[in-house]
């Protein structure tokens, strides 16, 4: 059975808390005020419901396969029209540059699309998330000519985008990289391997654009010579550029969505940017990736979430413990009057809802960094969307997954089978903690990169606006106890936090704690967030307000008080993991 | 990639830590000794990597199959070859009792057998794990006729076992229980549907004998009215008994182990123990596989722990960040010079090799229990086997499979394909945190049962051993550290022990804490295995004793400060978990 609504009136209370009305008025998001953003949430919301949700276990089931006398992929019955339906409904090209055909609505608007289209088939959804990435790519980093030439195809849903990093000896290490490029006369002749390459083919339509790292001859050795490449499937002629699939993973899920070895022989592309500065452009794609990414865990997590809530509501098993919940005649009571129920799907709620609050609070700084007219706005968006991306993206994947694999315990054995898909959502979710960089690359990227940055700047406009909502409901009897909360995180965190800027952190300490102090981090953002949501509910009537207390109080007395343990961990350093030898493992 | 090889040299500490001596000693278990008990692990771990492992993956992909013509299961090709192997190196037979063909070892040793078996097969090791629970059973609650008509069948590995609790509307309450038994003659007439059924079905032998619950015409309502039966497939004259496999469940691992719907239709039967007593006879069955269940979490987290080593150990990417550990003339090192792949191998070691210490420690009170011949010692071991058997059971289970998920974390998107096989070892144990109890019915099982139990005998008895411990190395500067560590774990669950005693601690606050508590426990008694073996490792010199003192510290400093939150937790009790009405979920 799979079930799903999205959940709309989250959505709206969302953006109402995080101030979507500053981001409405911006120019150029003009159309998009909140009561139109709704309407094409809720329209969207069927869509994913009626025409993506009932492909997904198809997809899963059927998987892609590969042919190896055409070198090409097909997809699992059903998909192909899938594509179409959604560039239709103007899903695709909603968050794009309207000069290219695009919707030009705000980040904040193409997350919440992002996380339906990914909470009822996550396979189908990295076809166009890697395309997005592709146009954003394109749009920052190309050439007049490349934006014309590329981008309304892309934006239209013509053609489709990859992103070919990895090759066989070089993941996570992108200096490590050997794929070749060679100038011949305006363009350039690629050759090499790329695995793991997402929707490297498939048949949705008939031209693929892949975005290419690769080395020019005169290129500096590791990661400062690396140039960026325009690969497409098709050559402007029609005829076949020399980037084949030549064979697919097998893999623990995604089953739909192929993951692809892409052989290039002399294929013909052209750079995009300048020459050896590929990163650059990369890190662009990447960026929105990573967020979208972190979303996953918030996407699956919900949809899981919903799955146990039905479960519970219809199973029947034991009797409440206090005699007078039980139900008169019955032979037993429906599985939530028991607390541990209860208590994993709280876990479930009142993180998700919390991770999905801190998203869309860092697509709201895309936003503000993009259309700004106010330079400080503009850079306060920056900083807070490069500090909040690897928490966001590390954070929300990896309880993503434990909160997917609560919502099985919620199924008991029913939750391991395949018919109600909370397996599948879960083999599905796992490769979000890896891919797009690994969740301790992120942590990596937060405490050696993001922290240090312009002497700390990001770090304290995100701690100014954390004190800033401490201040604000200092007297705010109703929720003393989240304020309070929130406090003693912000004070551990900053501690942490001038900890981490000491002379006595080297490299290896940085390495060996990062990963506990994005937690820590993640942790405290999502008690702000909330601060925030309770400081307006608290101040409402009716069911969908008193959740959101129930769900914040559950937040602080039951996950918050990780942060202690997480903190010690912190402190002690990388003494006990460094002692070991290699040949000791 | 599938690597194994069974630890040997851990399994000789651990008997050798814990005391195995004494219970060669004990009579019954004179041909066990040390170095025969060794003997015997080597020889099973070549079969095991040699004849289990090559055939795992195989299993996974092909499954078993599912004939509704013929109403029967065929397995994966070479699956039943594997069980005749498997008889035939003595591998069921070993602890089992002598006088019915088996080898009469001690349970400590057939652990590490199951141990290896499960690593290497998990699937497959569940059928003689069921059969393991029925011969208990029987040896336990059968009469003499019974005993000899079906132990040496079993024990021999002529016949297999299985055991039919659930029902569609019956799982973890089973006095909603339905399946009728109606006297016939000096048997009884089975009728009811079963499902969940492990090898309920299958073709390693001809015979499988069911051990079904049912109800009597004169049962009283709910759990005090469920008796509980013997119901062979073939009866005794060659003819097929009513009971059929009518289908297949479709799960997210254990592919190759058959998970049936089992229909009885007026099927014979023979009562076991007496009328409306079945329960007991059942939970004989289920403690011994608990604690198998929880090992299942210890034999999957090794094998992918040694994966992941072999792995790191391969694989170069990036640089040390100290200049001094770089190789010379190398593009990049060997990834265990990062900090983080250090610290995800260190949470796996440090908490798997302290939990098949906690298991042992527990068979081996089990064996006390069985055999000792001072009654105070077989009450000790009663006590601590029931007291313990949850925690493992639970703990075991989940940490393993955050374990396991941790080790594919270190093989990045490797891990995440088929190749290397951890995304296997991660489905196939995720069941073992739901089946045999869930894991918080174990955690209800420790503080609602276990610890008030004779006025909470067996929790005194478990921390004066660990308070003995301590101060045995009150002045053990070599691991002051650790023994501190474990004086101050041990103060925080004293507290909340007492404090669940307490008239303010209602049954939904059990509920609701039970878990949480269940885990401060489990780190406690970690700590307890730690100090115990560091105790004697810190005594000698050599590369697997100071690997043990590393291992102690990660955990120490490291695992255990998870004990403050989860007391934090436990202390807050049921407010939050009870606050919101079942429609607000």
Known sequence: MQTYRAPLEDFRFVLEVLGYDAIHALPGYEDYDLETVLSLLSQADTFCREVALPLN?????????????????????????????????????LGHPTEFGGGGAPHAVALFINEMVTATNKSFSMCPGLTQGLIEAITHHGTDDQRSRYLPKLIGGEWTGTMCLTEPQCGTDLGLLTTKAVPDGDRYRLTGTKIWITFGDHDYCDNIVHLVLARLPDAPAGIKGISVFIVPKLLEDGTRNGITCTGLEHKMGIHASPTCVMSLEGAVGELVGEPHRGMKAMFTMMNVARLNVGLEGVALGEIAYQTAVAFAKDRRQGRAMDPEKRERGAAADNILVHPDVRRMLLEVRSTNEAMRSLAVFTAIEIDRAAKHTDPAQRERGEDLAALLTPVVKSFCTERGFLNTSECMQVLGGSGFTADWSIEQYLRDLRIAMIYEGTNHIQALDLVGRKLPADNGRSYKTFAALVRAAIDRNADNTAIADIVTALRDSLATLDQLTQWLGSREVDGEVVGAVSSAYLNVFALTALCHQWVLQTEIASKREGRFYEGKLKS????????????ES???????????IMAMSADEF
Chains 1, 2 share one sequence.
């Open 57 to 93: 276990r198809v997809g899963d089931k059927k998987g892609v396969t590969y042919d190896p006398a055409t070198c090409t992929v097909t997809s699992p019955p059903g998909f192909r029209e899938l594509f179409r339906k959604y560039v239709d409904a103007g899903l695709l090209s």
């Open 552 to 563: 914040a109080r559950y937040f602080v007395h039951h996950v918050l008080p990780r942060i």
């Open 566 to 576: 997480l903190a010690k961990v912190v402190r002690a350093g990388k003494r006990h």
